[in-house]
């Protein structure tokens, strides 16, 4: 099936450092969207981006939907241990109703 | 609480018996169903797409008459694995809404084992 190219794989940081991840595409999208998974747990949504260009918080969460509207970043600020997870990004069209999915970000935090 | 609720959460079976999963939508009626698969460190795969009151839309690669879904009403969609195999062990997850926003919600996911 159709998936993003999600960036990086995993991360390995320090509590307090700040972590980037994006995702790009081939294919347009007309939403962008951002979930954390915790294991054996269904992805939770974090940010959904609906225009180009647009730039929307939540919390210490920052995201991006880029302009060509191939592409989005997540932005996670003075990170904390709770912020462990897999982090995923969803391309979504509106002509089909379908979410494609990045192939995930593994995020670490050490204390 | 969850507004999108999957049963059962796990559920291990003898290779060859069929095993059906629930999705229901607990506040809201879901006039669409996704249903997808993810295996371990995996991300999320698209299976189909069910629809309430027809039939469901497959994605390709995957096998229409082994992943029987069912919509038949409006706030509960099932996934059946027929005659499962060890390789259809994976956690399966349903997303129910009525339309294309951030706002549709995941099931918790099914894991299934098939021995």
């Known amino acids: 099936g159709q998936q993003l190219n999600q960036s990086p794989q995993s991360m390995f940081i320090q509590e307090g450092e700040d972590v980037s991840m994006n995702c790009t595409s081939s294919?347009?999208?007309?939403?962008w969207l951002w979930y954390k998974q915790d294991p054996g747990e269904g992805p939770v949504l974090l940010i959904a981006l609906y225009k180009a260009g647009e730039l929307t918080s939540n919390g210490r969460l920052t995201a991006q939907f880029g302009i060509t509207r191939k592409d989005s970043f997540l932005n996670i600020s003075a990170s904390i241990p709770s912020d462990v997870g897999i982090y995923f990004c969803?391309?979504?069209?509106?002509?089909?109703?379908?979410?494609?999915f990045g192939q995930g970000t593994t995020l670490q935090v050490k204390p | 609480g969850a507004v999108v609720s999957q049963h059962p959460s796990w559920v291990i079976c003898k290779s060859g018996t069929s095993v059906k999963i629930e999705c229901r939508s607990l506040?809201?009626?879901?006039?669409?169903m996704f249903w997808y698969r993810q295996f371990p460190k995996q991300s999320l795969m698209l299976m189909a797409t069910?629809?309430?009151?027809?039939?469901?839309?497959?994605e390709q690669g995957v096998e229409k008459d082994k992943f029987l879904i069912n919509h038949a009403s409006l706030t509960l969609s099932t996934l059946t694995v027929t005659s499962a195999h060890p390789e259809d062990s994976s956690f399966y997850i349903c997303r129910a809404g009525g339309g294309l926003t951030g706002e549709l919600f995941f099931g918790e996911g099914s894991r299934l084992t098939v021995l």
């Open positions: 969803a391309g979504g069209s509106s002509n089909t109703g379908k979410l494609i």
């Open positions: 069910s629809n309430e009151g027809s039939k469901a839309t497959y």
């Open positions: 294919s347009i999208f007309n939403t």
């Open positions: 506040d809201f009626q879901a006039t669409t």
